[in-house]
């Protein structure tokens, strides 16, 4: 099993970036994919997650109307369109997946993902 994340890099303010995230060894489809983030200092926190049975996105309030994951089957890949980029977005973004088993409200926490990425840098600043 592994995720390989890419397409981080450094942006000004208010740019945009695509984040992808390649899986082998199981299938995106049937499993809750999400993608993470952990700014220096602080803790790891979710950014957005999407379920795989209903194909339901939740994402956290400070990225709502500017972040967008999404999945292509076909390509067992996960991305994260990331757009207005700020300067409090600067993190090394991950994506992990979880079973599909696991309750909604579990998936906000890191400890329900079970494989995980090996992260890509995101830096915001002018």
């Known amino acids: 099993v592994q995720l390989q994340a890419s397409g981080g890099g450094l942006v000004q303010p208010g740019g945009s970036l695509r984040l992808s995230c390649a899986a082998s060894g199981f299938t995106v489809r049937s499993y809750t994919m999400g993608w993470f983030r952990q700014a220096p200092g602080k803790e790891r926190e979710v950014v957005s997650f999407?379920?795989?049975?209903?194909?339901?996105?939740i994402n956290r309030d400070s990225v709502k109307g500017r972040f967008t994951i999404s999945k292509d089957n076909a390509k067992n890949t996960v991305y994260l369109q990331m757009n207005n980029l700020q300067p409090e977005d600067t993190a090394v973004y991950f994506c992990?997946?979880?079973?599909?088993?696991?309750?909604?409200?579990?998936?906000?926490?890191?400890?329900?993902?079970?494989?995980w990425g090996q992260g890509t840098q995101v830096t915001v600043s002018s």
């Open positions: 992990a997946a979880a079973s599909s088993r696991k309750i909604l409200s579990s998936l906000w926490t890191k400890e329900s993902y079970d494989y």
């Open positions: 999407l379920r795989p049975t209903n194909s339901n996105t």
